[in-house]
């Protein structure tokens, strides 16, 4: 990456540097490498959804980094401008169901084995597969480092809203949303020793 596509950089929240640590030491099998796939049933607009995926990126920063640790007393994350997310299409509707089936676990576990870099951005990837006129599969990855249960949740809502958009020419207009660093900002201005105090009395 050159310097001129950097966007932003700052701190990790302490659960992303957990993450990462994990990551790290694990080395192969990435216990932070989260998959998600969905049926999809009716008319689709692949190049819409691929679209969307695309706007959601380029909407959320967070989305767009990649962690440094190496020579650093504490680990950063860096923003990129310009980052593509990757989307593969597959129309399988000549392979018989059981096919299929065989061929999207083989995906999967492609998909799993490839990982992610964890310099290389995005941390994330989609891909769709046609499975007969109006079946299809789409597979959204993603490294948890970039999102929680919570917070997936939110992408896949704006993807659904961006599609829906995009799918009929319209402009994508999001929710305005406050930026990942205004938490790591805010985890930066607290007393930790207060925070100390709270939890030793809860626990």
């Known amino acids: 990456m050159k310097n001129q596509q950097i966007e932003d950089i700052y701190l990790l929240a302490p659960m992303q540097q957990g993450i990462l640590f994990h990551t790290i030491l694990a080395q192969q099998a990435d216990p932070y490498f989260v998959q998600s796939s969905y049926t999809i049933r009716g008319e689709l607009n692949a190049a819409a959804l691929e679209a969307a995926g695309q706007a959601v990126l380029e909407q959320h920063p967070v989305l767009r980094a990649t962690p440094v640790w190496e020579g ?27 096919e299929q089936q065989q061929r999207f676990d083989s995906l999967l576990l492609e998909d799993f084995k490839r990982g992610f870099t964890l310099t290389q951005p995005p941390l ?26 919570w917070s997936s949740a939110v992408v896949m809502k704006e993807m659904l809203l961006a599609y829906e958009a995009l799918s009929h020419d319209r402009c994508v207009e999001f929710e305005t949303r406050r930026p990942f660093r205004d938490y790591i900002n805010w985890l930066r201005q607290r007393d930790l020793s207060a925070a100390e105090i709270y939890w030793r009395a809860q626990l």
């Open 124 to 149: 994330m990837r989609h891909a769709l597969v046609h499975l007969s006129d109006h079946v299809y599969k789409y597979l959204l990855s993603h490294h948890h480092l970039l999102l929680d249960g």
């Open 72 to 98: 650093r007393a504490k680990p950063v994350q860096i923003v990129w401008s310009d980052v593509k997310l990757p989307f593969q299409f597959y129309d399988w509707r000549d392979l018989t169901s059981d």
